[in-house]
């Protein structure tokens, strides 16, 4: 696994991002150079790799990857007016909300540029791919912002919304790389189910970590999404469960914005407690952890080839077999 | 030429843009329906049939070029903050900036979809060309922005800032036609080239128009470019020819936005008149349109063929032979 990290990084630091006017590039190469776990390409190599493929081959689609994720963050950034991205100003805040727009875009087509680099026998159905996975990503963005004014929002909607805009970029990653080393179908659609199963135990385990985690573990202040206001499947799930008045209480909470949230976090943890909302999301992660073990079982590979990838899955939840 | 414009509004009629969630498609549908003169996806037939290309393959490309250009004006409109355009409020207006920054990326990728619809033997090369021009477009757009923040601009970086911004889409919707058609590369370059000339001589009439012309045929208000303080071809070039007095009015002028501007518009062009701008802005224009149409007659395809794209080139440059 770690020769796949390197491996990427590699990638990104051989690569020129700076052309001119440099206006348009700068914010594009300072994204694309703050690093970040850069878990997709990562995926997408580990994938070709799965099936005998040639990093050389894919190495362009895992840049490809990267920039689009990255340019989906610099306007979601905007959308969402964060400030920062991991620990630097967004490029709204550093530049402005034009150059966002523009160099986001100008990304979206890098990404396509990567991909056309090289020829390949499977390049429209890996074009199709990476496009379909665009699409849903946009998506899956539009359900977060409506949800975000509803609040009737089901489980079933919220889980259909992380894997439109979570998952399916992880099952669309690893879907290229294996694509590039020409694997079989099956096994493709196996490596597909196993990178959604990731995608969501990942995202449920993080809206876990933000109520119950170790600060020390997790990286930074628990209970953010509670100061944020923000609709998690914690949430949801205490709405479905609650009886008529802690359900009232939850949205009086969500509604309001006190100058010390501590004890509005606190309350509502005390009430997600109460529920048993957290082990239920554990049982849930724990059902999409074993879906993704049984698709990653189920490829017709050498056990030891798959041993990256059943690394990175472990790495990705944070846990050890 | 009507048959092409019958032809592309039959594909758009036959399209369906909205699918869920409908907070997303909905812009793009109201965008897409707008109309417009659709002028690219009408040159991509023209130059598909000018070498004997087969319709049906090529209108997914003729959507494709469209939708992508809708996303350009989507965003551009947001980013220059228009009210309005074709006569209606602008997606940014009607929705708000998140709909208009998202929808904008979803028409985006929707392009590619349209382009990755049927196979084709030079599908990489129509692709690539797609693509390249889209960062070329990116790129026009980005030294448009620069230089409203600069006062020093050459004619020739307004000539380059042109070719990226308008020039090169015309263009490329003429190449991608061809390509269908499996033209020969020498004939592809002449059409590239006559798409080019078109493209800049279109651009440099419209500025020459929005000052000199005749309100009846240009059908808006003219003056509308020095009410807003445009750097246009025609200030530039005076700022080239003026006298010191001259450049010092012009650039006062242009830094002010009184509330009755006629009296604004009436001095400047009194000083384009003086330096004799509109004659010399004219026989650019000439110059572009005879470059075009020695392009179009080096293409080694019998005169009768190019009928359409010598009519579309005479009405976009509002001329009859």
């Known amino acids: ?5 390197n491996t990427v990084k590699d990638i990104f630091d051989a690569e020129q991002f700076v052309f001119e006017p440099h206006e348009l590039y700068d914010p594009i190469e300072y994204t694309l ?3 970040g776990k850069r878990i997709r390409p990562v995926m997408l190599l580990a994938a070709n790799q799965l099936f005998g493929g040639d990093a050389a081959q894919a190495k362009d689609a895992a ?3 990267e920039t689009f994720h990255n340019f989906t963050l610099l306007h979601d950034d905007l959308m969402d007016k964060s400030p920062l991205r991991r620990g630097k100003p967004t490029v709204y805040r550093k530049w402005n909300e034009n150059t966002a727009i523009l160099s986001g875009d100008t990304m979206f087509a890098m990404a396509w540029r990567y991909f056309l680099r090289q020829p390949h026998t499977r390049l429209q159905e890996i074009l199709n791919c990476f496009n379909e996975t665009a699409i849903e990503v946009c998506e899956g963005q539009q359900y977060d912002m409506n949800f975000e004014q509803r609040d009737n929002v089901s489980i079933a909607e919220y889980m259909e919304m992380i894997r439109l805009k979570t998952a399916v970029l992880l099952a669309g990653a690893l879907k290229i790389g294996a694509l590039y080393a020409c694997a079989p179908n099956e096994d493709i659609e ?6 959604i199963a990731l995608g969501l135990a990942f995202q449920l385990q993080d809206d876990l970590l933000d109520a119950f985690g170790d600060v020390a573990v997790f990286g930074k202040q628990t209970g953010q999404d509670i100061r944020d206001n923000k609709k998690t499947y914690l949430y949801l799930r205490a709405l479905e469960k609650g009886s008529a008045q802690e359900v009232q209480e939850l949205r009086d909470i969500f509604a309001s914005t006190p100058e010390n949230s501590d004890a509005k976090v606190a309350r509502v943890l005390e009430i997600y407690r109460h529920l048993g909302i957290k082990e239920e999301v ?4 724990e059902m999409e952890f074993s879906k993704a073990q049984r698709s990653l079982d189920a490829i017709a590979v050498g056990e030891n080839k798959k041993r990256p990838l059943q690394e990175l899955m472990e790495a990705l939840l944070g846990r050890k077999k």
């Open 1 to 5: 696994m770690q020769t796949l990290l």
């Open 33 to 35: 150079r703050l690093g």
């Open 63 to 65: 840049l490809g990857i």
């Open 190 to 195: 196996h490596l597909y189910q196993f990178g």
């Open 282 to 285: 554990e049982n849930t992660v």
